[in-house]
C-alpha cells in the first residue's frame, strides 16, 4: 500500500483486539459532533479516495446533518488505482464504478442530500498534484467552514498530501481544521510515540448509525470484496474494516 517517512501500511497491522485491549483508546476525550461543528458552520469533508469520507467520518457527516448543519463532500480522487494489473477493471471503468458506489454508501449512511465535489486527481498521484488540489480547494472554502481532511501524517501518500494541502489553505483562509485518522490505526500501535494521542478526540455513533456505516461501507463493492483476476485479499478486508467500524470516530483536534 505505501510508505511515508516511518509510517508503513503492510502485512495486517495493529489488530483490532490489540487496540480494544489497550486503555488509551477507551480514554480518549469524548466530543459531540455539534462541539466540533458549531452551529451555522458548514463541514466540508475532504476525501482522497471514494469511501475515505465514510470510513473516517460517516456517523458524523450523518450526526451533522440530522443536526440541520450543511456538508460538502470534495472528493479528490475517483478511486481508480485501487486495481492495478486487474483484467476486471480498468482505471477509467473503475473510477466510474467507485463514484457509483460513493453514491450507494452516501444513500446507505442517509446522506444521499449531501453534495459530492469532484475533482478527479489521479489517484496515488495526489502529492503531484497538490498544487491543483490547493487551487480547488481555496475556491470552495468560504468563511464559516469548518475543514476535516484525512490526517497529515496517516501513512497513505494521497491522504498525507490532501491533509497537507488542506492545512495550508485553512492556515491562509483562517479556519480551522481537524484531521481525520484512517491507515494509521493500521501502522500504529497502542501509545505509539508517532502518535499526538493528546490531540485525538472521540465522537459516540449510536447503533443505528453503525449499522448504517457498515452497510454503506458494504456498498463500496470494488474494496471490500476481493478481485479474482488478482492475487491476495481485498483492498479493505475484515482485519481492515473491524479497525474503522467502531462504536465511535475519531479526530485530531
Ligand atoms: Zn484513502
Sequence with gaps: MGLVGNR??????????????????????????????????RAVVIAPHPDDEVLACGGLMRQWTDAGRDVVVVAVTDGGGSHTNSRRWTPTTLEAARRAERQAAMQEMGLASVP?????????????????????????????????????????????????????????????????????????????????????????LDPAQREAKRRAIAAHRTQVEADPTLPGHAVLPPWALARLTRDHEFVFV
Design 116 to 204: 459530492v465535489l469532484g475533482l478527479q486527481l489521479p489517484d496515488g498521484g495526489v502529492t503531484g498534484t497538490e498544487a491543483a488540489l490547493h487551487r480547488a480547494l481555496t475556491a470552495v472554502l468560504r468563511p464559516g467552514d469548518v475543514v476535516f481532511a484525512t490526517w497529515r501524517l496517516d501513512g497513505h501518500p494521497d491522504h498525507e498530501a490532501t491533509g497537507r494541502a488542506a492545512a495550508d489553505c485553512c492556515a491562509r483562509a483562517g479556519l480551522p481544521l481537524i484531521e481525520l485518522p484512517v491507515w494509521m490505526w493500521h501502522w500504529a500501535e497502542p501509545g505509539d510515540p508517532r502518535v499526538p494521542w493528546h490531540r485525538l478526540a472521540r465522537v459516540r
Design 8 to 41: 508503513e501500511i503492510r502485512a495486517e497491522g495493529t489488530p483490532e483486539a490489540v487496540w480494544d485491549a489497550w486503555p488509551g483508546l477507551h480514554a480518549l476525550t469524548a466530543v459531540d459532533a455539534t462541539t466540533l461543528l458549531p452551529h451555522g458552520c
